[in-house]
């Protein structure tokens, strides 16, 4: 079992603890015990993916190996691991990374330790990883699953927000060198939103707009919304016509955007929520 917790455990050291020997050829055996050992991120062959796939055996843990082709389309992909318990996986000989979705019960479990508490069940793989079909995927599970309700997914963001205030810096593409000396070039420059949907999608929808002082978080917006306080963006804004059915937009940070200051005195947010929705083309915007 790999230690899964503990002081320095980045520094616990590669390879197998204790004898180690290879049996079976002419010249007699070989100990490899005294031999080095490093980390190998993926896989340089298939023929190192099968002697990999027979030590886990050996070492009585759960390995297994099937095949999948790619979801169509161009949005992420994650491998839904949610049915496992505990380990390592493989897509075509990358490291997607250590997954670990089981949780100790409240009662204990012996002799297990399973600190902390992981939401994660989706792991990104990178399309570039992927071919159409008969992409390689290898399961290293430590404390056993259900291997049968694995899953692949594609997945797009349908959510995006964005907080900018007239006290934040402004975009960094809109810097030269002598700015970082130049307080004046500086306090000259306007701070900006950028607001993007993934490849293929458009801003379908504004749920939520207002330049003042919003409160809450996404998904959870509000504002005062009167003369003194805040300003409500409406369907008839410049927001709204610079966004709505673009694959991005920019909105600079500035009151003769939106109409004048709603606030006089006071340091002002714009706060925004939009939906993203699939689009056959896409294109871009600035206000």
């Given at each position: ?6 002081a320095?455990?980045?520094k ?6 204790g ?17 080095s050992?490093?980390?190998q ?6 023929r190192?993916l099968?002697l ?11 390995a297994?190996?099937t095949f ?5 389309g ?16 493989w897509v075509?000989?990358h ?9 100790a019960?409240k ?9 902390g ?14 071919q159409?079909s008969?992409?390689?995927l290898?399961?290293?599970e430590?404390?056993?699953?259900k291997p049968?309700?694995?899953?692949v ?5 349908q ?18 060198p002598?700015d970082f ?7 000259k420059m ?7 949907c ?6 379908s929808s504004i749920?939520?707009?207002s330049?003042?002082t919003?409160q809450g978080?996404c ?5 005062e919304c009167?003369?003194?306080?805040d ?6 804004s ?8 673009k694959?991005s937009?920019?909105?600079r940070?500035l ?10 005195g ?13 689009s056959?083309?896409?294109s871009?915007?600035?206000?």
């Amino acid at each position: 079992m790999v230690q899964n917790y503990g002081a320095f455990l980045e520094k616990d050291g590669a390879g197998f603890k204790g004898q180690v020997k290879l049996t079976g050829f002419k010249n007699g055996e070989i100990d490899l015990s005294e031999y080095s050992w490093t980390y190998q991120v993926h896989f340089i062959s298939s023929r190192y993916l099968l002697l990999y796939l027979i030590d886990l055996i050996l070492w009585q843990s759960v390995a297994g190996m099937t095949f999948f082709d790619a979801p169509n389309g161009e949005n992420p992909v994650a491998l839904d691991l949610g049915s496992m318990g505990k380990g390592q996986a493989w897509v075509n000989g990358h490291h997607i990374g250590r997954y670990w979705t089981r949780v100790a019960p409240k009662d204990g479990c012996g002799k297990c330790d399973y600190r902390g508490h992981y939401h994660t069940s989706k792991y990104h793989i990178p399309r570039s990883w992927l071919q159409a079909s008969n992409n390689l995927l290898v399961l290293f599970e430590e404390t056993g699953g259900k291997p049968f309700e694995i899953s692949v997914k594609s997945r797009s963001t349908q959510t995006i927000c964005a907080e900018v205030s007239e006290s934040h810096y402004p975009s960094l593409q809109n810097w030269s060198p002598s700015d970082f000396i130049d307080q004046n070039s500086k306090n000259k420059m306007t701070p900006e939103m950028h607001l993007q949907c993934d490849d293929g999608h458009t801003i379908s929808s504004i749920e939520f707009a207002s330049y003042g002082t919003p409160q809450g978080k996404c998904g959870n917006y509000s504002c005062e919304c009167t003369d003194t306080h805040d300003s409500f963006l409406t369907e008839g804004s410049n927001l709204y016509a610079a966004c709505q059915g673009k694959g991005s937009c920019v909105i600079r940070i500035l009151n003769s955007a939106f109409g004048g200051d709603p606030c006089r005195g006071i340091v002002k947010t714009l706060a925004v929520e939009a939906k993203c929705a699939p689009s056959s083309t896409t294109s871009s915007s600035q206000l």
